[in-house]
Protein backbone atom coordinates (compact mmCIF):
# COMPACT_ATOMS: atom_id res chain seq x y z
CA UNK A 1 0.00 0.00 0.00
CA UNK A 2 1.42 3.50 -1.02
CA UNK A 3 1.39 6.15 1.80
CA UNK A 4 -0.01 9.59 0.31
CA UNK A 5 1.90 12.09 2.28
CA UNK A 6 -0.03 15.10 3.01
CA UNK A 7 1.03 18.44 2.91
CA UNK A 8 0.14 21.20 6.17
CA UNK A 9 -3.07 22.88 5.25
CA UNK A 10 -3.06 26.82 5.06
CA UNK A 11 -5.72 27.21 7.54
CA UNK A 12 -4.65 27.82 11.19
CA UNK A 13 -7.11 26.43 12.83
CA UNK A 14 -6.76 28.97 15.48
CA UNK A 15 -6.53 32.79 15.83
CA UNK A 16 -4.29 34.42 13.61
CA UNK A 17 -1.46 36.30 15.50
CA UNK A 18 1.64 38.42 13.77
CA UNK A 19 2.99 40.14 16.96
CA UNK A 20 2.80 40.11 20.35
CA UNK A 21 5.54 37.72 20.93
CA UNK A 22 8.97 38.00 23.01
CA UNK A 23 10.84 35.34 21.50
CA UNK A 24 11.32 33.28 18.34
CA UNK A 25 10.55 30.46 21.32
CA UNK A 26 7.00 31.93 22.36
CA UNK A 27 5.92 32.23 18.85
CA UNK A 28 6.67 28.85 17.92
CA UNK A 29 4.90 27.39 21.23
CA UNK A 30 2.14 29.27 19.97
CA UNK A 31 1.96 27.70 16.38
CA UNK A 32 2.16 24.25 17.84
CA UNK A 33 -1.34 24.88 18.56
CA UNK A 34 -1.90 25.37 14.81
CA UNK A 35 -2.60 22.67 12.13
CA UNK A 36 0.08 24.39 9.93
CA UNK A 37 3.83 23.41 9.51
CA UNK A 38 6.54 23.23 6.88
CA UNK A 39 7.04 21.13 4.63
CA UNK A 40 10.07 19.72 2.54
CA UNK A 41 9.99 18.84 -0.57
CA UNK A 42 12.88 17.02 -3.49
CA UNK A 43 14.29 19.05 -6.39
CA UNK A 44 11.52 17.41 -8.37
CA UNK A 45 8.56 18.65 -6.28
CA UNK A 46 8.13 15.17 -4.23
CA UNK A 47 7.01 15.75 -0.95
CA UNK A 48 9.81 13.93 1.89
CA UNK A 49 8.92 15.62 4.80
CA UNK A 50 5.98 17.48 6.27
CA UNK A 51 6.73 18.93 9.80
CA UNK A 52 3.54 20.43 11.56
CA UNK A 53 4.39 23.14 14.12
CA UNK A 54 3.26 20.97 17.18
CA UNK A 55 6.30 18.52 15.97
CA UNK A 56 8.87 20.62 15.66
CA UNK A 57 8.39 22.09 18.55
CA UNK A 58 8.32 18.99 20.22
CA UNK A 59 11.31 17.77 18.80
CA UNK A 60 13.69 21.62 19.22
CA UNK A 61 12.58 21.04 22.68
CA UNK A 62 14.17 17.31 23.20
CA UNK A 63 17.03 18.36 21.18
CA UNK A 64 16.90 21.75 23.34
CA UNK A 65 17.76 19.48 26.98
CA UNK A 66 20.09 16.80 24.86
CA UNK A 67 22.46 20.04 23.82
CA UNK A 68 22.53 20.81 27.13
CA UNK A 69 23.16 17.33 28.30
CA UNK A 70 26.06 17.28 26.43
CA UNK A 71 27.65 20.38 28.64
CA UNK A 72 26.64 22.82 26.16
CA UNK A 73 25.61 26.28 28.16
CA UNK A 74 23.58 29.01 27.44
CA UNK A 75 24.98 31.48 25.25
CA UNK A 76 27.34 28.85 23.62
CA UNK A 77 27.16 28.96 19.62
CA UNK A 78 26.71 26.45 17.75
CA UNK A 79 27.47 26.28 13.85
CA UNK A 80 24.49 24.74 11.52
CA UNK A 81 25.36 23.96 7.71
CA UNK A 82 21.60 25.31 6.85
CA UNK A 83 20.71 22.79 4.38
CA UNK A 84 16.84 23.51 3.10
CA UNK A 85 16.09 20.40 5.53
CA UNK A 86 13.92 19.39 8.92
CA UNK A 87 17.23 18.95 11.05
CA UNK A 88 18.26 22.64 10.19
CA UNK A 89 14.92 23.72 11.68
CA UNK A 90 14.95 21.57 14.40
CA UNK A 91 18.15 22.13 15.43
CA UNK A 92 17.92 26.27 14.87
CA UNK A 93 14.89 26.09 17.35
CA UNK A 94 16.79 24.14 19.97
CA UNK A 95 19.49 26.06 20.50
CA UNK A 96 16.60 28.63 21.07
CA UNK A 97 14.87 26.92 23.59
CA UNK A 98 18.42 25.99 25.19
CA UNK A 99 19.76 29.73 25.67
CA UNK A 100 22.24 29.00 22.86
CA UNK A 101 23.21 30.92 19.53
CA UNK A 102 22.97 29.19 16.60
CA UNK A 103 25.04 30.55 13.51
CA UNK A 104 23.91 28.97 10.04
CA UNK A 105 26.89 28.35 7.42
CA UNK A 106 26.81 28.30 3.73
CA UNK A 107 25.99 25.03 1.78
CA UNK A 108 29.27 23.87 -0.69
CA UNK A 109 28.84 26.25 -3.42
CA UNK A 110 29.35 24.70 -7.07
CA UNK A 111 32.96 25.07 -9.06
CA UNK A 112 34.57 26.50 -5.73
CA UNK A 113 36.14 23.43 -4.43
CA UNK A 114 36.69 21.29 -0.98
CA UNK A 115 39.45 23.47 -0.06
CA UNK A 116 37.61 26.71 -0.12
CA UNK A 117 34.86 25.99 1.61
CA UNK A 118 36.48 23.70 4.39
CA UNK A 119 38.55 26.76 4.98
CA UNK A 120 35.79 29.49 4.95
CA UNK A 121 33.76 27.06 7.12
CA UNK A 122 36.40 26.79 9.36
CA UNK A 123 37.00 30.48 9.85
CA UNK A 124 33.55 30.74 10.83
CA UNK A 125 33.57 28.38 13.46
CA UNK A 126 36.61 30.13 15.15
CA UNK A 127 35.34 33.42 14.45
CA UNK A 128 32.47 32.67 16.52
CA UNK A 129 34.01 30.42 18.78
CA UNK A 130 31.51 27.83 18.31
CA UNK A 131 31.20 24.78 20.59
CA UNK A 132 29.23 22.97 18.50
CA UNK A 133 29.29 21.83 14.95
CA UNK A 134 25.80 20.45 12.52
CA UNK A 135 25.33 19.11 9.21
CA UNK A 136 23.79 16.49 7.07
CA UNK A 137 25.80 13.22 6.93
CA UNK A 138 26.99 13.73 3.45
CA UNK A 139 28.79 17.00 4.45
CA UNK A 140 30.06 15.43 7.84
CA UNK A 141 33.59 14.58 6.21
CA UNK A 142 33.89 18.24 5.18
CA UNK A 143 32.26 19.66 8.85
CA UNK A 144 35.11 17.09 10.16
CA UNK A 145 37.73 18.55 7.86
CA UNK A 146 36.95 22.17 9.21
CA UNK A 147 36.61 21.65 12.77
CA UNK A 148 38.14 18.51 14.05
CA UNK A 149 41.16 19.79 15.09
CA UNK A 150 39.18 22.99 17.19
CA UNK A 151 38.12 20.88 20.10
CA UNK A 152 34.47 21.05 20.05
CA UNK A 153 31.95 19.89 22.69
CA UNK A 154 30.26 17.59 19.20
CA UNK A 155 30.78 17.72 15.51
CA UNK A 156 27.90 15.61 13.48
CA UNK A 157 24.42 15.09 12.64
CA UNK A 158 21.22 15.76 14.91
CA UNK A 159 20.06 12.04 14.69
CA UNK A 160 23.59 11.48 16.12
CA UNK A 161 23.70 13.33 19.32
CA UNK A 162 24.09 11.18 22.61
CA UNK A 163 20.28 11.05 24.12
CA UNK A 164 19.68 12.80 26.99
CA UNK A 165 20.07 11.15 30.07
CA UNK A 166 19.16 13.46 32.57
CA UNK A 167 16.02 16.23 32.64
CA UNK A 168 17.71 19.79 31.87
CA UNK A 169 16.45 23.28 32.94
CA UNK A 170 15.43 25.45 29.73
CA UNK A 171 16.67 29.17 30.52
CA UNK A 172 14.17 31.62 29.52
CA UNK A 173 15.70 34.37 26.76
CA UNK A 174 16.22 37.94 27.63
CA UNK A 175 15.20 40.81 24.81
CA UNK A 176 18.86 42.08 25.07
CA UNK A 177 20.50 38.59 24.83
CA UNK A 178 21.71 37.48 21.31
CA UNK A 179 19.02 35.57 18.84
CA UNK A 180 21.53 34.00 16.55
CA UNK A 181 24.75 35.03 14.28
CA UNK A 182 24.17 35.56 10.63
CA UNK A 183 27.37 35.84 8.62
CA UNK A 184 27.34 38.10 6.09
CA UNK A 185 26.93 36.73 2.53
CA UNK A 186 30.37 38.29 1.39
CA UNK A 187 32.48 37.18 3.96
CA UNK A 188 35.25 35.24 3.00
CA UNK A 189 38.61 36.16 3.90
CA UNK A 190 37.32 38.05 7.15
CA UNK A 191 34.10 36.27 7.92
CA UNK A 192 32.03 38.99 10.30
CA UNK A 193 29.03 37.53 11.80
CA UNK A 194 26.26 39.94 12.62
CA UNK A 195 25.02 39.94 15.87
CA UNK A 196 21.05 40.00 16.23
CA UNK A 197 19.28 40.12 19.69
CA UNK A 198 16.01 39.11 20.22
CA UNK A 199 14.80 41.90 20.46
CA UNK A 200 16.01 43.10 16.90
CA UNK A 201 14.63 40.16 15.72
CA UNK A 202 11.18 40.56 17.13
CA UNK A 203 11.11 44.27 15.83
CA UNK A 204 11.87 43.41 12.36
CA UNK A 205 9.20 40.34 12.03
CA UNK A 206 6.96 42.43 13.59
CA UNK A 207 7.14 45.16 10.80
CA UNK A 208 8.06 43.05 8.23
CA UNK A 209 4.42 40.62 9.33
CA UNK A 210 2.36 44.28 9.85
CA UNK A 211 3.36 46.78 7.50
CA UNK A 212 5.93 45.09 5.37
CA UNK A 213 4.06 42.47 3.59
CA UNK A 214 1.18 43.10 5.55
CA UNK A 215 0.05 39.10 6.73
CA UNK A 216 -3.10 37.62 6.57
CA UNK A 217 -5.09 34.63 7.32
CA UNK A 218 -4.46 32.76 4.38
CA UNK A 219 -0.98 33.46 3.20
CA UNK A 220 1.50 30.37 2.86
CA UNK A 221 4.83 30.65 1.74
CA UNK A 222 6.93 29.25 -0.94
CA UNK A 223 11.07 29.70 -0.76
CA UNK A 224 13.61 27.83 -2.30
CA UNK A 225 16.28 30.55 -0.87
CA UNK A 226 18.86 29.22 1.17
CA UNK A 227 18.79 29.74 4.87
CA UNK A 228 22.15 30.81 5.41
CA UNK A 229 21.25 34.12 3.79
CA UNK A 230 19.35 36.91 6.06
CA UNK A 231 16.17 37.02 3.12
CA UNK A 232 15.92 33.07 3.45
CA UNK A 233 16.35 32.71 7.01
CA UNK A 234 14.39 35.72 8.95
CA UNK A 235 12.04 36.38 5.61
CA UNK A 236 11.32 33.14 4.64
CA UNK A 237 11.06 30.85 7.53
CA UNK A 238 10.95 32.63 10.58
CA UNK A 239 8.73 35.36 10.04
CA UNK A 240 6.14 32.75 8.47
CA UNK A 241 6.29 30.73 11.43
CA UNK A 242 6.10 34.06 13.59
CA UNK A 243 2.95 34.05 11.86
CA UNK A 244 2.20 30.54 11.95
CA UNK A 245 1.77 30.38 8.54
CA UNK A 246 2.19 27.09 6.40
CA UNK A 247 5.40 27.16 4.45
CA UNK A 248 6.59 24.89 1.19
CA UNK A 249 10.63 24.73 1.20
CA UNK A 250 12.33 23.50 -2.32
CA UNK A 251 16.13 22.70 -1.78
CA UNK A 252 18.33 25.62 -2.87
CA UNK A 253 20.97 23.57 -3.94
CA UNK A 254 18.26 21.88 -6.75
CA UNK A 255 17.04 25.48 -7.77
CA UNK A 256 19.05 26.21 -10.45
CA UNK A 257 18.63 22.64 -12.42
CA UNK A 258 14.71 22.88 -11.72
CA UNK A 259 13.09 26.55 -11.53
CA UNK A 260 10.03 25.60 -13.09
CA UNK A 261 9.49 23.30 -9.52
CA UNK A 262 9.11 26.65 -7.81
CA UNK A 263 6.05 27.84 -9.61
CA UNK A 264 4.23 24.72 -9.85
CA UNK A 265 4.42 24.21 -5.90
CA UNK A 266 3.09 27.90 -5.69
CA UNK A 267 0.34 26.45 -8.26
CA UNK A 268 0.05 23.69 -6.60
CA UNK A 269 -0.18 24.34 -2.85
CA UNK A 270 -1.81 27.55 -3.46
CA UNK A 271 1.15 30.05 -2.26
CA UNK A 272 0.47 33.43 -1.74
CA UNK A 273 3.78 35.00 -0.76
CA UNK A 274 7.35 33.98 -2.12
CA UNK A 275 10.52 35.95 -2.30
CA UNK A 276 13.72 35.74 -5.01
CA UNK A 277 16.42 37.90 -6.46
CA UNK A 278 16.02 38.88 -10.37
CA UNK A 279 17.97 36.13 -10.94
CA UNK A 280 15.54 33.24 -10.17
CA UNK A 281 12.53 35.07 -12.41
CA UNK A 282 14.83 35.21 -15.09
CA UNK A 283 15.85 31.41 -14.54
CA UNK A 284 11.70 30.39 -14.80
CA UNK A 285 11.66 32.64 -18.03
CA UNK A 286 14.73 30.68 -19.44
CA UNK A 287 13.31 27.47 -18.93
CA UNK A 288 10.06 28.55 -20.07
CA UNK A 289 11.41 29.34 -23.88
CA UNK A 290 12.90 26.19 -23.64
CA UNK A 291 10.03 23.89 -22.61
CA UNK A 292 6.33 25.13 -22.46
CA UNK A 293 5.25 25.45 -18.38
CA UNK A 294 2.50 22.91 -17.89
CA UNK A 295 -1.56 24.35 -19.03
CA UNK A 296 -2.49 23.25 -15.55
CA UNK A 297 0.20 25.87 -14.44
CA UNK A 298 -2.08 28.63 -11.78
CA UNK A 299 0.01 31.24 -10.26
CA UNK A 300 -2.91 33.11 -9.46
CA UNK A 301 -2.79 32.99 -5.73
CA UNK A 302 0.65 34.47 -5.64
CA UNK A 303 -0.61 37.76 -4.30
CA UNK A 304 3.16 39.16 -3.24
CA UNK A 305 5.82 38.23 -5.39
CA UNK A 306 8.98 39.79 -3.62
CA UNK A 307 12.40 41.24 -5.28
CA UNK A 308 15.39 40.92 -2.54
CA UNK A 309 18.93 39.91 -2.47
CA UNK A 310 19.94 41.93 -5.56
CA UNK A 311 19.42 45.02 -7.27
CA UNK A 312 16.13 44.61 -9.26
CA UNK A 313 15.64 44.89 -12.82
CA UNK A 314 12.71 46.14 -14.46
CA UNK A 315 13.26 44.35 -17.75
CA UNK A 316 13.99 40.91 -16.19
CA UNK A 317 10.56 41.11 -14.14
CA UNK A 318 8.77 42.50 -17.19
CA UNK A 319 9.72 39.54 -19.49
CA UNK A 320 8.60 37.65 -16.11
CA UNK A 321 4.91 38.76 -16.19
CA UNK A 322 4.96 38.44 -19.98
CA UNK A 323 6.01 34.95 -20.23
CA UNK A 324 3.65 33.92 -17.48
CA UNK A 325 0.46 36.07 -17.81
CA UNK A 326 -1.57 33.63 -19.60
CA UNK A 327 -0.47 31.14 -16.43
CA UNK A 328 -2.86 33.68 -13.75
CA UNK A 329 0.25 36.16 -12.37
CA UNK A 330 -0.33 39.17 -12.08
CA UNK A 331 2.05 42.21 -12.64
CA UNK A 332 0.86 44.15 -9.59
CA UNK A 333 1.87 41.33 -7.34
CA UNK A 334 5.73 42.23 -8.07
CA UNK A 335 6.81 43.24 -4.24
CA UNK A 336 10.56 45.28 -4.61
CA UNK A 337 12.20 45.38 -1.20
CA UNK A 338 15.55 46.38 0.55
CA UNK A 339 17.31 45.02 2.99
CA UNK A 340 20.59 43.59 4.37
CA UNK A 341 21.74 40.90 7.34
CA UNK A 342 22.76 44.43 9.60
CA UNK A 343 19.21 45.48 10.25
CA UNK A 344 17.73 41.97 10.93
CA UNK A 345 16.95 41.51 7.02
CA UNK A 346 14.45 44.13 5.90
CA UNK A 347 14.66 47.87 6.10
CA UNK A 348 11.94 49.02 3.50
CA UNK A 349 8.98 46.89 1.05
CA UNK A 350 7.24 48.17 -1.77
CA UNK A 351 3.50 47.39 -0.79
CA UNK A 352 2.15 44.35 -2.59
CA UNK A 353 -0.29 45.34 -5.27
CA UNK A 354 1.21 48.43 -6.46
CA UNK A 355 3.40 46.33 -8.71
CA UNK A 356 6.56 48.25 -10.10
CA UNK A 357 7.09 51.65 -9.68
CA UNK A 358 10.31 52.57 -12.44
CA UNK A 359 12.37 55.65 -12.19
CA UNK A 360 13.65 56.55 -15.53
CA UNK A 361 15.87 59.06 -15.19
CA UNK A 362 19.19 60.81 -17.21
CA UNK A 363 22.31 58.92 -16.77
CA UNK A 364 24.38 61.91 -17.70
CA UNK A 365 23.22 64.15 -14.66
CA UNK A 366 23.33 61.04 -12.14
CA UNK A 367 26.56 60.23 -13.00
CA UNK A 368 28.23 63.74 -13.14
CA UNK A 369 26.00 65.91 -10.45
CA UNK A 370 24.54 63.27 -8.64
CA UNK A 371 20.61 64.41 -9.21
CA UNK A 372 18.38 62.61 -10.15
CA UNK A 373 15.81 64.12 -13.29
CA UNK A 374 13.40 61.99 -14.74
CA UNK A 375 13.01 61.84 -18.45
CA UNK A 376 10.58 60.43 -21.15
CA UNK A 377 13.60 58.86 -22.72
CA UNK A 378 14.09 61.55 -25.25
CA UNK A 379 17.86 61.45 -23.68
CA UNK A 380 20.89 60.15 -25.34
CA UNK A 381 21.54 58.19 -22.18
CA UNK A 382 18.71 56.96 -19.84
CA UNK A 383 18.58 54.52 -16.87
CA UNK A 384 15.38 52.88 -14.93
CA UNK A 385 15.81 52.51 -11.12
CA UNK A 386 12.96 50.20 -8.89
CA UNK A 387 11.30 51.93 -5.96
CA UNK A 388 11.82 49.68 -2.69
CA UNK A 389 8.79 51.05 -1.22
CA UNK A 390 8.94 53.01 2.38
CA UNK A 391 11.23 52.41 5.56
CA UNK A 392 9.48 50.38 7.97
CA UNK A 393 7.83 51.80 10.68
CA UNK A 394 9.92 52.83 13.84
CA UNK A 395 12.80 53.32 11.68
CA UNK A 396 14.72 56.39 10.30
CA UNK A 397 17.36 56.67 7.37
CA UNK A 398 18.92 59.78 5.58
CA UNK A 399 20.88 60.21 2.83
CA UNK A 400 24.09 62.12 3.33
CA UNK A 401 26.96 63.13 0.99
CA UNK A 402 30.45 62.47 2.08
CA UNK A 403 30.95 65.15 4.42
CA UNK A 404 27.85 63.73 6.69
CA UNK A 405 25.90 66.60 5.07
CA UNK A 406 22.01 65.17 4.94
CA UNK A 407 20.78 65.24 1.10
CA UNK A 408 17.39 65.86 -0.02
CA UNK A 409 14.90 64.13 -2.21
CA UNK A 410 16.39 63.00 -6.00
CA UNK A 411 20.27 63.11 -4.80
CA UNK A 412 22.39 59.99 -4.50
CA UNK A 413 24.07 59.53 -1.76
CA UNK A 414 24.87 56.92 1.31
CA UNK A 415 22.30 55.26 3.27
CA UNK A 416 22.20 55.95 6.87
CA UNK A 417 19.98 53.81 8.86
CA UNK A 418 18.30 53.82 12.58
CA UNK A 419 16.12 51.71 14.91
CA UNK A 420 15.12 48.57 16.88
CA UNK A 421 15.86 46.09 13.82
CA UNK A 422 20.00 47.70 13.46
CA UNK A 423 22.30 44.49 14.70
CA UNK A 424 24.05 44.31 17.96
CA UNK A 425 27.39 44.72 16.19
CA UNK A 426 30.06 42.74 14.48
CA UNK A 427 30.45 39.96 16.97
CA UNK A 428 34.10 40.35 18.81
CA UNK A 429 34.92 43.00 16.09
CA UNK A 430 34.68 46.00 17.79
CA UNK A 431 36.80 48.19 15.01
CA UNK A 432 34.48 47.00 12.39
CA UNK A 433 31.65 47.65 14.29
CA UNK A 434 32.87 51.25 14.97
CA UNK A 435 33.33 51.57 11.38
CA UNK A 436 29.83 51.57 10.38
CA UNK A 437 27.66 51.84 13.28
CA UNK A 438 28.02 54.88 15.64
CA UNK A 439 27.25 56.06 19.12
CA UNK A 440 23.90 57.72 18.40
CA UNK A 441 22.75 53.85 16.72
CA UNK A 442 22.82 54.98 12.71
CA UNK A 443 24.17 52.27 10.69
CA UNK A 444 26.50 52.99 7.71
CA UNK A 445 24.63 50.74 4.81
CA UNK A 446 27.46 51.32 2.09
CA UNK A 447 24.48 51.65 -0.39
CA UNK A 448 23.91 54.66 -2.34
CA UNK A 449 21.03 55.42 -3.35
CA UNK A 450 18.06 58.37 -3.30
CA UNK A 451 14.79 58.89 -2.19
CA UNK A 452 11.90 59.57 -4.63
CA UNK A 453 8.18 60.38 -2.83
CA UNK A 454 9.96 59.37 0.17
CA UNK A 455 10.54 55.52 -1.39
CA UNK A 456 14.24 54.02 -1.30
CA UNK A 457 15.55 53.37 -4.45
CA UNK A 458 19.09 51.68 -4.82
CA UNK A 459 21.74 52.66 -7.11
CA UNK A 460 24.43 50.62 -6.13
CA UNK A 461 27.14 49.61 -3.53
CA UNK A 462 29.86 52.40 -2.27
CA UNK A 463 32.58 49.95 -2.54
CA UNK A 464 31.77 49.27 -5.87
CA UNK A 465 31.13 52.61 -7.44
CA UNK A 466 33.77 53.62 -10.13
CA UNK A 467 34.63 57.01 -10.24
CA UNK A 468 36.27 58.05 -14.30
CA UNK A 469 36.81 62.23 -14.61
CA UNK A 470 34.26 62.99 -12.39
CA UNK A 471 31.77 60.54 -13.47
CA UNK A 472 29.94 58.45 -10.66
CA UNK A 473 29.66 54.78 -12.88
CA UNK A 474 27.76 52.19 -11.75
CA UNK A 475 29.65 48.59 -12.59
CA UNK A 476 26.29 47.22 -13.01
CA UNK A 477 25.08 49.36 -15.63
CA UNK A 478 28.05 47.77 -17.90
CA UNK A 479 27.46 44.37 -16.93
CA UNK A 480 24.27 44.82 -17.95
CA UNK A 481 24.84 46.48 -21.24
CA UNK A 482 26.78 43.90 -22.00
CA UNK A 483 24.60 40.68 -20.93
CA UNK A 484 21.82 42.58 -22.76
CA UNK A 485 23.18 43.23 -26.01
CA UNK A 486 25.98 40.17 -26.83
CA UNK A 487 23.80 37.40 -27.38
CA UNK A 488 26.87 35.19 -26.28
CA UNK A 489 26.93 36.31 -22.67
CA UNK A 490 24.36 34.94 -20.31
CA UNK A 491 23.51 36.89 -16.26
CA UNK A 492 26.17 36.71 -14.04
CA UNK A 493 28.89 36.21 -16.88
CA UNK A 494 30.36 39.67 -16.45
CA UNK A 495 32.06 41.49 -13.64
CA UNK A 496 33.63 45.37 -14.09
CA UNK A 497 35.26 46.79 -11.82
CA UNK A 498 38.52 49.50 -11.87
CA UNK A 499 42.03 48.88 -10.88
CA UNK A 500 45.34 51.56 -10.63
CA UNK A 501 47.79 51.34 -13.36
CA UNK A 502 50.66 54.29 -12.33
CA UNK A 503 48.71 57.03 -11.68
CA UNK A 504 45.69 56.01 -14.23
CA UNK A 505 42.47 54.41 -13.41
CA UNK A 506 41.87 51.69 -15.86
CA UNK A 507 38.02 50.18 -15.73
CA UNK A 508 38.60 46.23 -16.54
CA UNK A 509 35.72 44.08 -17.51
CA UNK A 510 35.89 40.20 -17.14
CA UNK A 511 33.97 37.75 -19.32
CA UNK A 512 33.42 34.44 -18.83
CA UNK A 513 33.91 32.94 -22.65
CA UNK A 514 32.22 29.69 -24.25
CA UNK A 515 34.28 30.54 -27.74
CA UNK A 516 36.89 27.56 -28.42
CA UNK A 517 38.63 29.24 -31.31
CA UNK A 518 41.04 32.46 -31.25
CA UNK A 519 38.70 33.98 -34.51
CA UNK A 520 35.80 33.28 -32.29
CA UNK A 521 37.35 35.30 -29.19
CA UNK A 522 38.31 38.08 -30.64
CA UNK A 523 35.18 38.51 -32.15
CA UNK A 524 33.28 38.64 -28.71
CA UNK A 525 35.77 40.98 -27.30
CA UNK A 526 35.08 43.30 -30.06
CA UNK A 527 31.91 43.22 -30.03
CA UNK A 528 32.14 43.39 -26.38
CA UNK A 529 34.00 46.96 -26.57
CA UNK A 530 32.06 48.52 -29.31
CA UNK A 531 28.80 48.09 -26.45
CA UNK A 532 30.69 49.75 -24.13
CA UNK A 533 31.94 52.34 -25.87
CA UNK A 534 28.42 53.07 -28.10
CA UNK A 535 26.59 52.79 -24.39
CA UNK A 536 28.80 54.46 -22.12
CA UNK A 537 31.41 56.08 -23.86
CA UNK A 538 33.93 54.13 -21.78
CA UNK A 539 37.04 52.63 -22.65
CA UNK A 540 37.77 49.72 -21.73
CA UNK A 541 40.27 46.05 -20.33
CA UNK A 542 38.08 43.46 -21.81
CA UNK A 543 39.52 40.06 -20.33
CA UNK A 544 38.26 37.37 -21.45
CA UNK A 545 37.94 34.15 -18.75
CA UNK A 546 37.14 30.81 -18.08
CA UNK A 547 33.58 29.77 -17.50
CA UNK A 548 32.56 29.31 -14.17
CA UNK A 549 35.46 31.35 -12.81
CA UNK A 550 33.89 34.62 -11.68
CA UNK A 551 33.87 34.33 -7.84
CA UNK A 552 30.37 35.03 -6.27
CA UNK A 553 28.65 35.73 -2.42
CA UNK A 554 27.21 32.24 -0.50
CA UNK A 555 23.86 33.73 -1.68
CA UNK A 556 24.85 33.65 -5.23
CA UNK A 557 25.67 37.68 -5.97
CA UNK A 558 28.26 38.06 -8.10
CA UNK A 559 31.25 39.50 -5.79
CA UNK A 560 32.98 42.55 -7.59
CA UNK A 561 35.41 43.14 -4.97
CA UNK A 562 36.39 39.09 -5.28
CA UNK A 563 36.71 39.54 -8.64
CA UNK A 564 39.46 42.46 -8.17
CA UNK A 565 41.26 40.79 -5.83
CA UNK A 566 41.83 37.52 -7.75
CA UNK A 567 42.12 39.26 -11.33
CA UNK A 568 45.05 41.08 -9.49
CA UNK A 569 46.67 38.44 -7.60
CA UNK A 570 46.34 36.14 -10.45
CA UNK A 571 43.81 33.20 -9.23
CA UNK A 572 41.56 34.80 -12.57
CA UNK A 573 43.56 34.52 -15.48
CA UNK A 574 42.96 35.65 -19.47
CA UNK A 575 42.15 32.81 -21.40
CA UNK A 576 45.33 31.09 -23.17
CA UNK A 577 44.75 30.35 -26.53
CA UNK A 578 43.00 27.14 -27.66
Keep these: MIEITIPTPTERGIPFKASGFRSFTEALDYASQCKTGINFFSGRGVIEEVLPYKKLRAQSVALAEQLISIGLQAGDRVAIIAESDGNFLRIFAACQYAGLIPMPMPLPAAFRGRSGYVDQTRRMILTAGAKAAFGPSAMLSLLHEAADVLELEYIGTVEELPKLKNSTYLPEPTMSGLAYLQFSSGSTRAPKGVAITHEAFIANTTAISLSGMT ?67 ELCVRRAERAKPPMDLDLSTWRAAGIGGDMVRPSVLNNFSKTFSDFGFE ?195 TEIERVISGVHGLQCQVVLVPHNSLPHTSSGKLSRTKSRIQYLDGTIAELSAP
Design 215 to 281: IRQDDRCTTWLPFYHDLGLVGCLLTPIMTQMSIDVIPTRDFAKRPMTWLSTISKYGGTLSFGPTFGY
Design 331 to 525: ANSFSPSYGMAEATVAISFHEPGRGLIVDTVDLNMLENEGRVIETSGDTDRIRSFVRCGKILPGHELEVRDPSGSVLPEKRVGTFFLRGPSTMKGYDGLPEETADVLDEQGWLNTGDLGYLSDGEIVITGRAKDLIIMNGRNIWPQDIEWSVERDISLCRTGDVSAFSVQNGNDETIVVLVQCRATSTEARESLR
